[in-house]
């Protein structure tokens, strides 16, 4: 079995969470470590059509499960050249990873059908961040399914009820998990034992075999603690 493999569960990192804007370096990283899961991170809008144009040369042949993370951050009148730069990700049949509060009008995304994967959000956003909230966004996009992000639950109600009416609610939509905690300033950092034995509780339950992805921040190759962060992982996909 790999490293980014646990119980039929792939387990992988965003690019992201590895080089800041380096989307290559964080491959090849991977690559080297036989990790088989990834998602490619353009978190930010500048991001988005470098890693677009850079698709074809990237060395992805060796992954199992490739997804993709929009932008988290643009303006309305920046939405169709976002949607436009987003065709060949989609055309390669990936995941698409979107943040609902950047979802400026629900129609232009309704193309990606079931490819598109709204996440829930953390406390500093003012949509998608219950069930309720998130039942109203699938209404718009009814072929849409759910990124849940279990961090930013966690961090909204530590009695982990929250997490558990999202991951019920929504059972049948999770199509990618992101993994880590949240400090105080709501930034992902290395999971403790805590958080992974809370996580533990609802991830191997509910997900369905969905691809977990590490959004920890482990940047400047500290190999060891990334190499620790993906057991940790693989111990939350545990069911228990």
Not at 27 to 50: C, G, K, Q, T
Not at 122 to 128: A, C, F, H, P
Not at 191 to 198: E, G, I, N, Q
Request: glycine share 4%.
């Amino acid at each position: 079995m790999s490293h980014s493999e646990k119980n039929g569960q792939q387990v992988g990192f965003s690019t992201g969470a590895l080089e800041r804007g380096d989307f290559q370096k964080a491959v090849s990283w991977m690559i080297s470590h036989h990790i088989h899961a990834v998602e490619l991170s353009a978190l930010r809008f500048d991001e988005l059509r470098p890693l677009v144009e850079s698709l074809n040369k990237l060395p992805l042949a060796s992954f199992n499960y490739v997804s993709f993370h929009a932008p988290s951050s643009f303006k309305k009148d920046e939405e169709v050249q976002v949607i436009e730069l987003l065709q060949p990700v989609f055309k390669r049949g990936w995941n698409i990873v979107v943040h609902p509060d950047v979802i400026y009008t629900p129609r232009r995304w309704a193309s990606f059908g079931e490819h598109l994967l709204i996440e829930n959000m953390d406390r500093r956003k003012s949509v998608g961040r219950t069930a309720e909230e998130l039942k109203e966004l699938f209404k718009q996009l009814p072929r849409a399914r759910l990124c849940l992000d279990v961090a930013h639950a966690r961090q909204l109600d530590t009695t982990l009820i929250l997490l558990w009416k999202i991951a019920r609610a929504f059972s049948d939509r999770i199509a990618e998990v992101h993994i880590s905690e949240l400090d105080s300033r709501c930034r992902h950092q290395p999971m403790t034992r805590r958080a992974m034995l809370d996580y533990q509780q609802v991830i191997g339950r509910v997900t369905r075999n969905a691809p977990v992805i590490v959004e920890s921040m482990l940047d400047a190759d500290r190999s060891s603690l990334r190499m620790n962060e993906i057991r940790m992982a693989q111990e939350a996909v545990e069911e228990i």
